[in-house]
């Protein structure tokens, strides 16, 4: 489906300094178009999309999972901050949030939230480029325990044997172990930006 957004800044672009436009070539060819007509913005239809784990709620495992989406956020010049009805920064949530709290495998950006402030995020590197993945704010709980820590577990030893990732990717030689678990709390749920919002539907009441 088409995904319609308000309140986006595509003017922005045009005030990137050198530094963030060589930053912006990296990203995937789909979403720099989508980018450059909506940079960012709220849906203006209640939409979801499947996600491929499960959780575990009193000894009964379910299988997949659907979120909603909340907000695109927005590709600004980091100088430039986010007013109270606007989406977030992509670039000031990175370098001035994320890359510290080293949560995220490196180059991976987060472009958006859901409702449960769980987050969007695409890969920059060269083995999942524009790979569209889901990091869910709960992962340590107790529901979904079982199904992450799996993941974790299995990254670890495929790391240390070969540095291939849960999909049987070589990881890049810039690439750590702990790159490696942090893409073990990353769900993919599509090959491409244009793919994932094509999955995009109407959230059901």
Do not use: C
């Not at 100088?79 to 370098?95: D, G, M, T």
């Not at 859901?114 to 993945?133: F, R």
Request: aromatic share 14%.
């Amino acid at each position: 489906m088409k995904l319609r957004l308000r309140s986006g800044r595509p003017d922005a672009l045009a005030d990137l300094n050198e530094r963030e436009r060589a930053a912006w070539t990296l990203f995937p060819a789909d979403m720099r178009a989508f980018y450059e007509e909506h940079n960012g913005g709220f849906p203006r239809d209640e939409l979801a999309f499947d996600v491929p784990m499960t959780r575990t709620m009193k000894g009964k495992t379910h299988h997949g999972q659907t979120s909603g989406l909340r907000s695109l956020w927005a590709y600004m010049p980091m100088r430039v901050k986010p007013a109270a009805n606007r989406p977030a920064s992509i670039l000031r949530e990175h370098f001035g949030r994320h890359v510290g709290e080293k949560f995220l495998p490196r180059n991976v950006f987060v472009f958006g939230d859901t409702p449960s402030d769980s987050l969007l995020a695409v890969s920059l590197n060269e083995h999942d480029h524009g790979e569209i993945y889901y990091w869910e704010w709960y992962w340590r709980y107790p529901w979904f325990e079982p199904f992450f820590m799996a993941r974790v577990h299995e990254a670890k030893k495929r790391f240390a044997k070969g540095r291939r990732d849960l999909a049987g990717r070589e990881l890049p030689a810039e690439h750590d172990e702990g790159d490696a678990l942090n893409y073990a709390t990353l769900v993919s749920v599509a090959a491409s930006f244009d793919a994932w919002t094509e999955g995009l539907r109407v959230e059901e009441e």
